[in-house]
């Protein structure tokens, strides 16, 4: 029987949005699937040594809030200057005290199951990113040599 394979574009760098390809790509690779990741880019955050990466409240009208801020917090106080980074600390108390991975730990994950991820080379260039800041193991190539694995992919998923 032929591997099953998924493929995963990941276009965004907040801590809230990093969690999806991570989870997806180490579950579909523990199934049996051979996955790759594709980061264009924002989502080419994600590979870097050092993240710093945060939540994203201000336009993510889904994002559940403590004490039911969502229902009454006015949106115009999310622009506030420090809400976003006492957000990111809520949230990764939150993520802690619930025993959920971190980021680091799902993309080390990943590698070990021997998900391929693959930095977009021209966004790269684009943006002039130095190569030495993304984790070791990433490859690079553009959007055709991706869509090579992607057509041929049983699940092709845009984060």
Known sequence: MEEKKL?????????????????????????????????????????????????????????????????????????????QGMMTSMMKKKMKDKGVASVEELRDLCQEAEVKLIACQMTVDLFDMNPGEFIDGVEYAGAAAFFEFAGQSDICLYI
């Open 7 to 83: 493929a995963i574009i990941a276009t965004k760098g907040s801590l809230d949005w990093a969690y999806p390809p991570f989870i997806l790509a180490s579950t579909a690779s523990a199934l049996g699937y051979e996955t790759q990741i594709f980061f264009t880019f924002y989502g080419l955050q994600l590979l870097k040594k050092k993240l710093a990466l945060e939540v994203t409240p201000l336009g993510n009208p889904g994002m559940p809030m403590p004490m039911g801020m969502d229902k009454w917090f006015p949106v115009l106080g999310l622009t506030l200057p420090g809400m």
